[in-house]
């Protein structure tokens, strides 16, 4: 099973998927592709695997990646193979996507495997001052940049099996291993 986490950049994903896979045997998650730099904090092939931009272009070409977007000006993708892998193998993989990724996913991959979707809401205000307070702390530009995606972001909870306003970050670790559970 995939289970996709979706939500504005900062509605915290990334922090609820790490927790979920701790307490959760047999969760895994698998790193996008991307070209942008590395930030503080990351950790080649586990945060992201890190390619430059023609690399990028050429897995496109050679048809490695289930879906790729363009998100704050850097390619991101997910990985066929290693996704393949870890599915075949009988894990559950839970993997935080943007919600242009989400859509693509759920068309290319709910024929051949089950997938759920999961949004993760905060307020607008909230999620300015969690942006501000990152480690990586981007800059006002990228903050705005962030904020601007907002409703359009929003705009899809529509899509998504689950919506989980994400103000308890304990509930919605629970929330998130009661709809793996259930499967």
Do not use: C, W
């Not at 959760?24 to 942008?36: A, F, G, H, K, L």
């Not at 977007?69 to 290693?82: A, E, F, L, Q, T």
């Not at 702390?137 to 962030?146: A, G, Q, S, T």
């Not at 994400?166 to 009661?178: A, G, L, V």
């Amino acid at each position: 099973m995939l289970v996709i986490l979706s939500g504005v950049a900062g509605a915290g994903k990334d922090t609820i998927k790490r927790e979920v896979i701790k307490r959760m045997e047999n969760v895994e998650s698998i790193p996008s592709i991307t070209d942008r730099p590395m930030r503080p904090g990351d950790i080649p092939n586990e945060t992201y695997i890190f390619v430059d931009n023609e690399k990028f272009k050429e897995m496109i070409e050679n048809n490695e990646l289930y879906e790729f977007d363009i998100h704050h000006n850097h390619y991101y993708g997910v990985p066929r193979k290693i996704l393949n892998d870890k599915i075949n193998s009988g894990k559950t993989v839970i993997k935080d996507v943007d919600v242009n990724g989400t859509e693509n996913l759920v068309k290319i991959l709910k024929e051949d495997m089950k997938v759920v979707t999961i949004f993760l809401r905060v307020s607008k205000e909230e999620l300015r001052k969690r942006l501000e307070n990152r480690v990586d702390k981007p800059d006002e530009k990228e903050i705005e940049l962030r904020l601007s995606r907002f409703e359009f972001e929003e705009s899809k909870i529509g899509n998504y099996d689950y919506v989980i306003n994400n103000t308890n970050q304990e509930e919605t670790i629970k929330q998130i291993m009661e709809i793996i559970e259930k499967g």
